[in-house]
């Protein structure tokens, strides 16, 4: 297989020991649909970092975005907690083994948590908001024309979205959650559940109060 170029749309993909170690890893356990989504989310994460004139670490935002659907995998996946903290969880086991300070692990961590909770990773640090800034370009086209069309040609030629993307993300996405829907509870994936599982029920935030043990 031939290795993507070290420079893609303008944005050179890291090349340290970590970075490679997070590309190795992710590609032995994602899917092609998702490994090559990840490696998208970094290259639209970096370009909108670029555009923005933010100031970023360029490692630290492969490592969020690379890891950030890591929780959709059953090698990876908990029972109990929503897939985005097992996929932050798995990027700061592997950043403790690298000389990264306790801030840079809690900026990934936090990149992965919050990147399907819409209006507040944009408030944070830059690594966080670029990552959701990528996902959010990748999967909802948010933002699709502040990138030149040379940009998402360049881009998608290296790591192909494929014809039926859409279709096989919202699957991902719906594998990964099924068998805990209660962690889609007040989030995102609670519509692809919606969609995709007619046995689902949706949690609702007025009956739980409405219905709690309080008499008023």
């Known amino acids: 297989m031939t290795e993507s170029p070290q420079t893609i749309a303008g944005i050179r993909i890291?090349?340290?020991?970590?970075?490679?170690?997070?590309?190795?890893?992710?590609r032995d356990t994602e899917t092609d649909l998702l490994y090559h989504h990840s490696r998208r989310v970094f290259l639209f994460g970096a370009l909108t970092g670029e555009r923005r004139g933010l100031k970023y670490d360029p490692e630290l935002l492969y490592i969020g975005a690379m890891f950030h659907d890591m929780g959709l995998m059953d090698s990876h996946a908990s029972e109990t907690e929503r897939f985005e903290v097992d996929g932050a969880n798995a990027a700061r086991a592997f950043l403790h083994?690298?000389?990264?300070?306790?801030?840079?692990?809690?900026?990934?961590?936090?990149?992965?948590?919050?990147?399907?909770?819409?209006?507040?990773?944009?408030?944070k640090r830059p690594?966080?908001?670029?990552?959701?800034?990528?996902?959010?370009?990748?999967?909802?086209?948010?933002?699709?024309?502040?990138?030149?069309?040379?940009?998402?040609?360049?881009v998608c030629a290296c790591h192909p979205r494929g014809l039926k993307f859409k279709h096989g993300i919202l699957s991902a996405f719906c594998y990964g959650t099924i068998r805990k829907p209660h962690t889609t509870a007040g989030n995102v994936k609670a519509d692809v559940l919606e969609a995709m599982d007619p046995?689902?029920?949706r949690w609702n935030f007025v009956d739980t109060i409405l219905n709690s043990k309080w008499e008023s």
């Open 127 to 154: 690594v966080v908001a670029l990552v959701t800034a990528g996902v959010e370009m990748d999967v909802l086209g948010i933002a699709y024309d502040d990138f030149s069309q040379e940009q998402r040609q360049e």
């Open 199 to 201: 046995t689902f029920e």
């Open 14 to 26: 890291p090349d340290s020991q970590m970075a490679r170690d997070a590309t190795e890893l992710v």
């Open 97 to 123: 083994s690298y000389d990264v300070s306790e801030r840079d692990v809690d900026d990934v961590w936090d990149s992965i948590a919050l990147h399907t909770t819409p209006g507040i990773p944009q408030h």
